[in-house]
């Protein structure tokens, strides 16, 4: 990899992530959700980044190529990294909480609900 090509794992100043770390630990459950959520996203942006370095490992067919495909793929990578990370991710989050001096939440306690299924009597 292209040491030139690296993006700094910096979010810059007035980013959720650096006034949560100025802010210091959260101090009530409302700060704590925003800091949660400030972590998933992370997370997220995280994932997207190492989902489109393993996209440009695969090669190009031809076969669902044509005008804006990329455009399109593009979106389902980055909707890819946004639900593997709503759904718990690496757990890199609660790392992150943990560094902001949050405790992580128990396991599953912020997993989301089960989706609704029918059964058929």
Known sequence: ????ATIPIDPGPGSRLTEALAAG???GPAARQE????????ESVLLERLF???????????????????????????????DV????????YKQVLG????????DGADAPAPAD???AP
């Open 1 to 4: 990899m292209d040491p030139a």
């Open 25 to 27: 630990p959260p101090t």
């Open 35 to 42: 800091l949660l959520k400030a972590a998933k996203d992370f």
């Open 52 to 82: 489109q370095e393993m996209k440009r490992t695969i090669p190009e067919s031809g076969l669902l190529g044509g005008t804006g495909s990329g455009q399109v793929w593009d979106l389902f990578w980055s909707q890819l990294a946004r």
């Open 85 to 92: 990370a709503s759904r718990g991710g690496l757990g890199l």
């Open 99 to 106: 560094q902001l001096g949050a405790a992580p939440p128990a």
């Open 117 to 119: 299924t029918e059964t």
